[in-house]
């Protein structure tokens, strides 16, 4: 189950309705940001420029890949542990606007994870500590620790048991 926060709004589809529920002005700044972030080679300014700018908690020696997207609109909800790595154009939401409403929820990656290319992640899930997700995977729940999961829908391959035993064999 996601944690997300419901919004109703009624007329116009909430899309529409954007900058009644978010500033122009601070759109417009997460998208220059977000877009130098994306390009910028070196993890420890990518970083400190979403964390100065952007307001996101980010460990110590995590790296966002090339292209990797946080949320646009409220990339201050997205947290992410140590040590962690996110893989090649992954987008992290932390919104979904759908016609009659509107959902906000943290996203929270924990340390030590590891999360393949092209991944999308939905607003209001946790991916728990030393979590493996697979390339492609739609993460539209939580993520037990330790756990490797992958697919779309997402589901879990092996859990930290298995994981452990697999490796000892």
């Not at 899309?15 to 877009?35: E, G, R």
């Not at 080679?41 to 890949?65: C, D, H, Q, V």
């Not at 990797?68 to 992410?80: A, Q, S, W």
């Amino acid at each position: 189950m996601r944690r997300t926060t419901k919004y109703a709004v009624s007329g116009a589809n909430s899309l529409w309705q954007l900058y009644k529920t978010v500033s122009f002005w601070k759109v417009l700044k997460n998208v220059i940001v977000i877009q130098i972030g994306r390009y910028t080679p070196f993890f420890s300014i990518k970083n400190w420029l979403y964390r100065t700018f952007l307001k996101m908690e980010i460990g110590e020696k995590t790296a966002l890949a090339f292209m990797v997207m946080p949320d646009i609109l409220f990339p201050e909800k997205i947290k992410i542990g140590s040590n962690t790595i996110i893989g090649y154009n992954t987008t992290i939401l932390a919104h979904e606007y759908l016609v009659e409403e509107y959902r906000l929820g943290e996203v929270i990656i924990g340390n030590d994870v590891m999360i393949g290319a092209n991944t999308t992640i939905l607003p209001g899930v946790i991916i728990g500590d030393g979590a493996v997700v697979s390339a492609g995977t739609l993460v539209h729940r939580d993520v037990p620790a330790g756990a490797f999961v992958g697919g779309n829908p997402m589901r879990v391959i092996y859990t930290k048991e298995e994981r452990t035993r697999l490796s000892e064999s």
